[in-house]
């Protein structure tokens, strides 16, 4: 059995590096709506950007909720 300040640390570990996915994924469609010259890949771009910032919104409160600790 794993002691459960390992475990939370796991969690919290996994929480951030979402957020730092989601950090880069957000980089990443910075870029490619700076370097392109058409409109498709600026859309395209901009549609990476706004996931991106959902996901750093929405995936580590959920995974919070998720992992709460019941009430006893």
Do not use: C, H, N
């Amino acid at each position: 059995m794993t002691d459960p300040d390992t475990l939370a640390r796991q969690r919290y570990y996994t929480m951030m590096a979402v957020e730092i996915a989601g950090v880069a994924g957000a980089v990443f469609g910075l870029y490619i709506i700076g370097r392109s010259v058409d409109v498709l890949p600026r859309v395209i771009g901009a549609g990476i950007v706004l996931s991106a910032l959902l996901m750093i919104a929405v995936v580590p409160k959920s995974m919070a909720r998720r992992w709460r600790t019941p009430p006893e």
